[in-house]
T-cell receptor, first 110, second 114 residues
Framework: QKEVEQNSGPLSVPEGAIASLNCTYSDRGSQSFFWYRQYSGKSPELIMFIYSNGDKEDGRFTAQLNKASQYVSLLIRDSQPSDSATYLCAVTTGGFKTIFGAGTRLFVKA | EAQVTQNPRYLITVTGKKLTVTCSQNMNHEYMSWYRQDPGLGLRQIYYSMNVEVTDKGDVPEGYKVSRKEKRNFPLILESPSPNQTSLYFC?????????????FGPGTRLTVL
C-alpha cells in the first residue's frame, strides 16, 4: 500500500514565525509532489508543486524535496493568521493517480 | 469563469437507494477524478479518468461506478449506497499539458447514507 504520511498536528505558530510542514512518502517511483491548502469547509487549492530535488520558492512559500530520503516539506515564512488551514501533501507516480496525506492543521496565532 | 461544479452539494439518502453525483468542468481538461474525504484519512482517490471512455480505479473504488462519455462530465454513481459511504466527496480536473498538473477541485458534496 503506497502511503503518504503527515503529522496531523495541530501545529501552532505565532504570527510572523516560520511554519514547517513535513511529509514522507513510501513509493520511490513517485514523480510529482504537491502542497494543497484547505480551509475549513472549502475545497483544496494548490499552493506549491515540485518535481526535482532541492528547494523551490514562491513568495512566502518554499517547498523542499529530497527523493533519497523520500521527504518533502513546506516552509511558510512570515506566517499570517490567514495561513491557518489544513495543508495536504499529495504525490503522483505518473499519470493522474494521486495519493494524499491526511493533512496537517496549522494555527497561526495573532 | 473556469470552474468545476458538483451537484448536489448536500444529500441525505437511505441504504440501497441508487444515486448519482454529477461533476462538470468547463476548462477542457483531459483528467478528472473523484475523491472522498474522511476525518483523519485525508483525500482518497476513488476513480480517475485520463480522457473520454478511459477510466481507472483509485485506492477506494469498491461500491462506486463512474463513466466518462463526454470530456466535461464525470458522474459518480453509487448503485447501492451503504452507511460507510457517508463522506465528503470532491471532483477534480486537470490538464497534463498545464505544466504543473494542478488539480482544480469542485466545491464538494456532503453525502449522508442512513
Amino acid at each position: 500500500q503506497k502511503e503518504v504520511e503527515q503529522n496531523s498536528g495541530p501545529l501552532s505558530v505565532p504570527e510572523g514565525a516560520i511554519a514547517s510542514l513535513n511529509c514522507t512518502y513510501s513509493d520511490r517511483g513517485s514523480q510529482s509532489f504537491f502542497w494543497y491548502r484547505q480551509y475549513s469547509g472549502k475545497s483544496p487549492e494548490l499552493i506549491m508543486f515540485i518535481y526535482s530535488n532541492g528547494d523551490k520558492e514562491d513568495g512566502r512559500f518554499t517547498a523542499q524535496l529530497n527523493k533519497a530520503s523520500q521527504y518533502v516539506s513546506l516552509l511558510i515564512r512570515d506566517s499570517q493568521p490567514s495561513d491557518s488551514a489544513t495543508y495536504l501533501c499529495a504525490v503522483t507516480t505518473g499519470g493522474f493517480k494521486t495519493i494524499f496525506g491526511a493533512g496537517t492543521r496549522l494555527f497561526v496565532k495573532a | 469563469e473556469a470552474q468545476v461544479t458538483q451537484n448536489p452539494r448536500y444529500l441525505i439518502t437511505v441504504t440501497g437507494k441508487k444515486l448519482t453525483v454529477t461533476c462538470s468542468q468547463n476548462m477542457n481538461h483531459e483528467y478528472m477524478s473523484w475523491y472522498r474525504q474522511d476525518p483523519g484519512l485525508g483525500l482518497r482517490q476513488i476513480y480517475y479518468s485520463m480522457n473520454v471512455e478511459v477510466t481507472d480505479k483509485g485506492d477506494v473504488p469498491e461500491g462506486y461506478k463512474v463513466s466518462r462519455k463526454e470530456k466535461r462530465n464525470f458522474p459518480l454513481i453509487l448503485e447501492s449506497p451503504s452507511p460507510n459511504q457517508t463522506s465528503l466527496y470532491f471532483c477534480a480536473s486537470s490538464s497534463p499539458g498545464s505544466g504543473d498538473n494542478e488539480q482544480f477541485f469542485g466545491p464538494g458534496t456532503r453525502l449522508t447514507v442512513l
